[in-house]
C-alpha cells in the first residue's frame, strides 16, 4: 500500500489489520486508509437515488466533505475547498460535498448552497443509514462535521480526517508520494 500521505509534514504512519488498513497521524488527527471505496447510499438535491462510487475513482483523486447546516467550520472551510476544487478538477482532483442533515433540512441545505454557489456536486445523506454506512466504510463511528475523506485516483478510501484541513495538505497529496527510500536501508 502506498503512503499517499507522505509529502504532509509531520506525518507518521503504521499498518494496521495487516496491509489493508493503514492509519496515519497528521498534524494530531488520525487518518484510516482502506481498500476500495464500498457503496454509499446518497441522493442529489431533486431527491434522485446516487451513489458515491459515482464520484470516485475517474483516475482524480477525489476529497469528500462531510458538512451540516449548523457547522461553522464547515462554512469557514467552503470557499478554500472551492477554490481547491476549482484549481483541480480539470486535471488531479475534486470534490464531493455531502451534507449530513438529510432532505428533512432541504430548504437550509439549498440556502447554504446558494450562498456559496459551488462548482462541485453537493449531495445529501438519507439519514436513517448514514452512522451506518460510514462505520462500513471507515471502520470508525463518525463524531463530528466537517469530515473529509479521501479518495485516490483509482477509488481506494486513502484517508479519513475530522475537522478542519489545510489547503498545503490538499496540495501535498495532489502532488504525489514521495519515493519510499527506507527499503533497504
Known sequence: MNLIFSKVSSLLCWPVMGKRLL???VGGSLLF???LAQSFQLQDMESSRVNLNDYVGDGR???VMFWST???PCEQQKPMIEAFHHDHQASDARVVGIALD???AEAEIQKLIDRHNPSYPNLVVFTDVFHRQYKELTGKDFRATPTYL???PSGNLAGARTGMIERAALEAVVAGPVADTSAGS
Open 33 to 35: 486508509g482502506a481498500g
Open 23 to 25: 492509519a496515519c497521524l
Open 150 to 152: 479521501l479518495y485516490d
Open 61 to 63: 483523486w477525489t476529497l
Open 70 to 72: 449548523d457547522c461553522i
Open 102 to 104: 438529510g432532505m428533512e
